[in-house]
Antibody, heavy 115, light 107 residues
């Protein structure tokens, strides 16, 4: 069945780089897109960017040049990397699959940025 | 960026009632709007795609409508399990943008 699972650190130091892996099963990354969405504690959802099935990417300009999304199709993994972390980057980070709509989501990984 | 404004921010209703949640886009997005339900402690779940199409397994109590800038999600015969925050999402332009959510409380 379709599954997405995010793995990453619980805690990241201020100004350091966050790396999260989304490992998928039950579908191919060359057929479906994978998005990254985050949610600060008690707040709403924010779309960060996407890895399209053809290998291209799009990013939310709110993250300027801090954010990078890549993939390894042979391992069915999509990677999020974001540098220069600040305390307001503390959030749960989700990956989600789409053809058009985000129909399957991972459970998310909670990341705290600590000073 | 297309701003999605949801109203109300929160609402309280009784079991069996009908509620309407609203989402207004700052510019036309056609039918490129989804609705997601997030119950406490869970990941968001797709309810409605393309403004008015129920996702697989979604009860027909949930109805989406709208085009252009104005969209609604109607929940008929509210059940206790509908306690959640509901988000709209536009995917008509990059960046995709979510509304700030409507929290539905059950009296």
């Amino acid at each position: 069945q379709v599954q997405l699972k995010e793995t990453g650190p619980d805690l990241v130091q201020l100004t350091q780089t966050l790396s999260i892996t989304c490992t998928v099963s039950g579908f191919s990354l060359t057929t479906y897109n994978v998005h990254w969405v985050r949610q600060p504690p008690g707040k709403g959802l924010e779309w960060m960017g996407a890895m399209w099935n053809g290998g291209g990417t799009d990013y939310n300009s709110a993250f300027k040049s801090r954010l990078s999304i890549s993939r390894d199709t042979s391992k069915s993994q999509v990677f999020l990397k974001m540098n220069s972390l600040q305390t307001d980057d503390t959030a749960k980070y989700f990956c989600a699959r789409s053809r058009v709509s985000l129909d399957y989501w991972g459970q998310g990984v909670m990341v705290t940025v600590s000073s | 960026e297309t701003v999605m404004t949801q109203s109300p921010t929160s609402m309280s209703t009784s079991i069996g009632e009908r509620v309407t949640l609203n989402c207004k886009a700052s510019q036309s997005v056609g039918i490129n709007v989804d609705w997601y339900q997030q119950t406490p402690g869970q990941s968001p779940k797709l309810l409605i795609y393309g403004a008015s199409n129920r996702h697989t397994g979604v009860p027909d109590r949930f109805t989406g409508s709208g085009f252009g800038r104005d969209f609604t999600l109607t929940i008929s015969n509210v059940e206790a399990e509908d306690l959640a925050v509901y988000y709209c999402l536009q995917y008509g332009s990059i960046p995709f943008t979510f509304g700030s959510g409507t929290k539905l409380e059950i009296k």
